[in-house]
């Protein structure tokens, strides 16, 4: 009988062990997860915070490209205004030029003309009528 007593106690005291072990164990396994799940919280907000940096630094650098892209056609739109405007004056000297030699053609033409009646004595009136010059009816 003491024999009993004896396994019931040692029994006693391997179930009291046992209760204690799995609490201490549901314990210890709360604080690890709870200390995990704050490191994995920590070390998502580090990710977000550099995915964050990352994109904010893509984001200006992209900004910094399109200003000098930006830029760029400003530039090349006023070449190409000044361009035209170069190119229209050149064609306004031309067509002036052109101008004022067909003027200067056209007046030594009249002029041949009229020496021409001059010299065969007709002369035009103010009212457009031909009118000869009798030298014989005097």
Known sequence: METLYFMLGALSVVTLFAVVSVFR????????????????????????DELENNLCRK?????????????????????????????????????????DKMADGVSKHIAEINQHLHDHDVWIGSSGEFNSKNTSSK
Do not use: C, P, W
């Open 25 to 48: 164990i549901k314990s210890e396994l709360k604080e690890f997860a709870q200390d995990e799940t704050g490191r994995m919280h920590d070390l998502l907000g580090r990710s977000v």
């Open 59 to 99: 984001i200006e650098d992209l900004e910094r490209e399109l200003d000098k892209k930006e830029h760029e056609l400003i530039r090349y739109a006023d070449e190409l205004h000044a361009k035209h405007e170069d190119d229209l004056n050149e064609l306004y000297r031309y067509i002036d030029s052109r101008t």
